[in-house]
C-alpha cells in the first residue's frame, strides 16, 4: 500500500494560484493511476482531474477545466495539481488518491475505484 501526503494548500483570493503536490512513499508511484478529488462542506467528494499512469491521458471535471492542470513525476513519486484562475466555490479539502492498475493507458473516474487516499489540505478562496 501507498502513503499519500497532500501539501500546498492555503488561502488565496479569488483569481489567484494554487500548487498542491502529491507526495507518495512505500511503493512507487508508476504503478498508479492517479486524481485529485474535492469535498466542500456539505457536498459529497468530487473528482476534480485524474491521470493514467503514463501521464499520456488526462480528465478534467467541467468545473475546473482548463483552469486546472493534473500533471506527475513518476521518478519522483509525485502528482500536482495547478490550480489557477481559482474562484471562491473551489474552496474545499482537496485530496489525492490512487489505485494500482495493469494499464498505462486509463484512468478511473468513479471515487469507489480508488483504494489509497491522502488526509486532504484545504484550499480557501476568498472573493
Known amino acids: 500500500q501507498v502513503q499519500l501526503v497532500e501539501s500546498g494548500g492555503g488561502l488565496v483570493q479569488a483569481g489567484g494560484s494554487l500548487r498542491l503536490s502529491c507526495a507518495a512513499s512505500g511503493r512507487t508511484l508508476g504503478s498508479y493511476v492517479m486524481a485529485w478529488f474535492r469535498q466542500a462542506p456539505g457536498k459529497e467528494r468530487e473528482l476534480v482531474a485524474a491521470?493514467?499512469?503514463?501521464?499520456?491521458?488526462?480528465y478534467y471535471a467541467d468545473s475546473v477545466k482548463g483552469r486546472f492542470t493534473i500533471s506527475r513525476d513518476n521518478a519522483n513519486d509525485a502528482v500536482y495539481l495547478q490550480m489557477n484562475s481559482l474562484k471562491p466555490e473551489d474552496t474545499a479539502v482537496y485530496y489525492c488518491?490512487?489505485?494500482?492498475?495493469?494499464?498505462?493507458?486509463?484512468?478511473?473516474?468513479?471515487?469507489?475505484?480508488?483504494?489509497?487516499w491522502g488526509q486532504g489540505t484545504q484550499v480557501t478562496v476568498s472573493s
Open positions: 488518491a490512487g489505485r494500482t492498475s495493469i494499464s498505462s493507458i486509463i484512468y478511473y473516474r468513479e471515487e469507489k475505484l480508488y483504494t489509497d
Open positions: 491521470i493514467t499512469r503514463s501521464g499520456g491521458s488526462t
